[in-house]
């Protein structure tokens, strides 16, 4: 079974900052690995996807994520942040041949001016 | 195109009483799933379906009950609700084509329900 560790649970930023939220994960076999992201009070929305092929994936709002096979990770970048950003982020991780999504437990991103 | 839809939005039940919640997508996805989220442990599957009329277990399902007799809608039941099910409950949609494809979930926006 494969699992998630999202290594840090809050990420105060200030606005126009750069941001690096870190996941990793363990799996003995080909995963697939996405980015959700959780706004106040909504659902969770996808901010990106690594399926295969360029390991830097570029996202929705200027976010991006590199995943390293070696290191098992998949971190995810902004390099400016926005107010508008402050949200939970997830990292979520598949075998490539399940449907099957196992979440870490997030990491909230508070922007402040 | 409403995506994933959820009723109800918020609920507070008692110990012992048993609830409802209902799921509907118009995606015409085959899979769907239930999740619960609480603090600091992420979304954890309770029950999903990968088609009408069939049901499986997820990571935590003790507790709770599935029925998927449309393909458009899932149902999530608590019989008897406890204090340990206040979370806030997601349902997610997702197609599958099988092979390299790969399964990007579209999530409702949540059920809060507490149990006092």
């Known amino acids: 079974a494969q699992s998630v560790t999202q290594l840090d649970s809050q990420v105060p930023v200030f606005e126009e900052a750069p941001v690096e939220l870190r996941c990793n994960y363990s799996s003995s076999v080909s995963v697939y690995l996405f980015w959700y992201v959780q706004y106040p009070n909504q659902g969770l929305q996808l901010l990106l996807k690594y399926l295969s092929g360029s390991t830097l994936v570029k996202g929705i709002n200027g976010f991006e994520a590199e995943f390293n096979k070696s290191q098992t990770s998949f971190h995810l970048r902004k390099p400016s942040v926005h107010i508008s950003d402050t949200a939970e982020y997830f990292c979520a991780v598949s075998r490539s041949n399940d449907y099957k999504l196992s979440f870490g437990a997030g990491t909230t991103v508070t922007v402040r001016a | 195109n409403a995506g994933v839809t959820q009723t109800p939005k918020f609920r507070v039940l008692k110990t012992g009483q048993s609830m409802t919640l209902l799921c509907a997508q118009d995606?015409?996805?085959?899979?769907m799933y239930w999740y619960r989220q609480d603090p600091g442990m992420g979304l954890r599957l309770i029950h999903y379906s990968v088609g009408e009329g069939t049901t499986a277990k997820g990571e935590v399902p003790d507790g709770y009950n599935v029925s998927r007799l449309k393909k458009q809608n899932f149902l999530l039941g608590l019989e008897s609700a406890a204090p340990s099910q206040t979370s806030v409950y997601f349902c997610a949609s997702s197609y599958w084509v099988g092979g390299s494809s790969y399964n990007e979930q579209f999530f409702g926006p949540g059920t809060r329900l507490t149990v006092l």
């Open positions: 995606m015409n996805h085959e899979y």
